[in-house]
């Protein structure tokens, strides 16, 4: 198993652009989470989702992030327009029910300019 | 509002030291607590305690969970530079809400 897939594995970006994370979630897993991390507040939860239905966004920070699921397979975290304190390590995790833990993936590291 | 605390928030120690990272919590739904290592790149599994009092352990690494005190605690013995890390610990209430992390620093 590759385990959860993210990509790009780093995005500079100007302020003001859209940018558009990936994630692909181990398979047979049916919870995905997508969190972000920086040195002042750690590790947040932005939002998550139970067999492709979102079910708490409410850690996304405001309406310039949104977050679909079209898929088992496949998510997406978008931010529009992105802004310069968006910059941080963005991570997706999947899980399948709660006995095995949770598997991140290696991270986006996000740099708005 | 939920709360997972960790003391202390860094240690210094060498190499053979035994160190002992705290983690205490308030969190509505409680299901499990893990804790996770994060060297650069992501958050890697270590353990999940779901039952009080019962200490799991993995080589040189334990851990054990107080539900009366609303705490865990995770051991490391002969401290090694590789496990120089932040040490996160995680309540699971149907998603994983984190304290701010520990960073161990063992220099040789």
């Known amino acids: 198993d590759a385990g959860v897939i993210q990509s790009p594995r780093h995005e500079v970006t100007e302020m003001g652009q859209e940018v558009t994370l990936r994630c692909k979630p181990i398979?047979?897993?049916?919870?995905l989470f997508w969190y972000r991390q920086t040195m002042m507040r750690g590790l947040e939860l932005l939002i998550y989702?139970?067999?492709?239905?979102?079910?708490?966004d409410s850690g996304m920070p405001e309406d310039r992030f949104s977050a679909k699921m079209p898929n088992a397979s496949f998510s997406t975290l978008k931010i529009q327009p992105s802004e310069p304190r968006d910059s941080a390590v963005y991570f997706c995790?999947?899980?399948?029910?709660?006995?095995?833990?949770?598997?991140f993936g290696s991270g986006t590291r996000l740099t708005v300019v | 509002e939920d709360k997972v605390v960790q003391s202390p928030l860094s240690l210094v120690v060498h190499e053979g030291d035994t160190v002992t990272l705290n983690c205490s919590y308030e969190?509505?739904?409680?299901?499990?607590l893990l804790w996770y290592k994060q060297e650069k790149k992501a958050p890697t599994f270590l353990f999940m305690l779901?039952?009080?009092?019962i200490e799991k352990k993995s080589g040189r690494l334990s851990s054990i969970l107080d539900k009366k005190e609303l705490s865990s605690i995770l051991n490391i013995t002969a401290t090694q530079t590789g496990d120089s890390a932040i040490y996160l610990c995680a309540v699971d209430r149907n998603n994983l809400f984190f304290g701010t992390g520990t960073r161990l620093t063992v220099i040789p």
């Open positions: 995790a999947s899980s399948f029910g709660n006995s095995y833990g949770y598997t």
């Open positions: 779901t039952s009080s009092g």
């Open positions: 969190v509505t739904n409680f299901r499990s």
């Open positions: 398979s047979g897993h049916n919870s």
């Open positions: 989702f139970n067999n492709n239905v979102p079910i708490d």
